[in-house]
Structures are given as C-alpha cells and as structure tokens.
C-alpha cells in the first residue's frame, strides 16, 4: 500500500512540474512519517523515500538510530529550546524556526559540536491564531537577526497553510510565502540564503509545487491517516 501511495504522490509530483514548467529535481520530497511504526518507514524506502520528517524529536531521533545513515531527517514540528542539543549533527534541516531564542540556541549547540545547522524561518502567512510560525512583517528583522549566528544557515523560508477540502483557497499564502522570500533574497543579506520554500502538504502539494514550493512534506498520502489515540 505504501509503495503504491508512494509512486502516486511521485507521479503527481512529476505532474505538477511539468505543469509549473519546472524540473523533478528541484523539489524534494519529504515523507512525514510522524506517529507511524518503523516496518512503514522501511517500506517507504523501499518504495523510494529517502527523507523523512517528524515533529517530535524523541521520535525522530529513535528513528533516525534504527534506519541506514544515508537517509535526511528533517525537524518539521514546533522544537522547544532544551530539546535542540540533540538535534544537532542529526538533521539536514530545522523547518520550524520562528524565534532568534531558538535559532541562538541552535547556534550555541551547533557551535559546540563545530558543525553548522541548516534552518528555515516559519511564516504563519495565513495568520491562524492556532499557528507558530512568525508574521510576513516580522520575517525580514527575524532573518537579519538570525543571519549574525554564524552556526545557523537560513535556507529559506516554510509555511503550513490551513488544513482545506479546496487546495486552490492555499494557493494566495504559496504566492505570499514566494513573495516574501524573494524580496528579502533580493536584500542580499550575508550568510542569508532564500532559495528553499518548504510548503505544501497531502492536500495541496501539487498547488505549492506550481507556486514553487522546493521541498514539500507529505504523510497521509503516503502512509495514510494518523491514529493518534494509540500513543
Ligand atoms: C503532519 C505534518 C505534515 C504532513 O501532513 P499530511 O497532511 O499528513 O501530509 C506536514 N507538515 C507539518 C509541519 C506537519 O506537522
């Protein structure tokens, strides 16, 4: 079931490149694998899969230890400040940064273990009061702010849009969060780079890609729906 989830949302992907008149390998594709057993990760490997992400990080560091060290693991989830030590050295990428206290103490871990940590800023663009994430008008001083950790690299900017049975209504935040992070790519701000924009989930994946979305995080359509009452 896993490996055909797997080769639809591959061939969707596929599709939705060559409609935005974009090459396959410019968007990555991360499989959210969060609250599901091991046995499906494997299969997804099988299937083809080689990042995963999870937003608990005693999940995703139990994980990462059990499966072969060529995969990348990416920090989706909100991250708390004590939890990100072990983090480091672990994950290709923290989606969910959208304070300078976080980003200063991955910088402080990141230095400790002489290693540099690739992070995104995450934008609430729809305003949802239930978000994380920082506003448009403060992801600009956040990024400059950010930009001064010399262990931290901003890579661009993530957003997840509201959850919708329509994924045209996410299309105007996909536009926005482009938007947004050309005009500050445009600032050349040093040791600050705006190329990767992680947006786009089950729902609306194929939307992003057409507005541009370089790595888009998909769970239920690859592993099906959560259970989370089995926790
Ligand atoms: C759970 C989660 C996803 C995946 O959601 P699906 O709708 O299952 O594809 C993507 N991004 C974040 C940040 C998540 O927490």
């Not at 273990?113 to 920082?134: P, Q, Y």
Request: charged content about 30%.
């Amino acid at each position: 079931m896993i490996k055909e989830n797997f080769e639809r949302v591959e061939e969707n992907i596929r599709q939705a490149c060559r409609r935005a008149g974009r090459n396959r390998e410019d968007v990555r594709l991360i499989a959210v694998s969060k609250t599901k057993p091991l046995p499906m990760l494997e299969e997804a490997m099988l299937a083809g899969a080689t990042r995963f992400g999870e937003n608990k990080v005693q999940e995703l560091t139990d994980k990462c230890i059990q499966l072969p060290s060529n995969l990348e693991w990416h920090m989706i989830g909100h991250l708390q400040r004590n939890k990100v030590k072990y983090l480091i050295g672990k994950v290709a990428c923290i989606h969910s940064v959208d304070s300078l206290r976080l980003a200063e103490q991955i910088e402080l871990e990141s230095a400790k273990a002489g290693v540099a940590t690739d992070i995104l800023i995450e934008v609430n663009v729809a305003e949802e009061d239930s978000k994380f994430g920082v506003s448009v008008e403060e992801t600009e001083q956040l990024v400059r702010e950010v930009s001064r950790l010399p262990h931290v690299h901003i890579k661009g900017l993530m957003t997840i849009a509201p959850y919708t049975d329509d994924p045209e209504t996410n299309r105007q935040f996909f536009r926005k969060l482009r938007e947004l992070a050309v005009d500050i790519g445009s600032k050349n701000i040093d040791n600050v780079c705006m190329s990767e924009l992680s947006m786009g989930m089950s729902g609306d994946y194929m939307v992003a890609i057409e507005e541009g979305a370089t790595m888009v995080r998909v769970g239920t359509g690859i592993f099906g729906e959560r259970d989370y009452t089995i926790r």
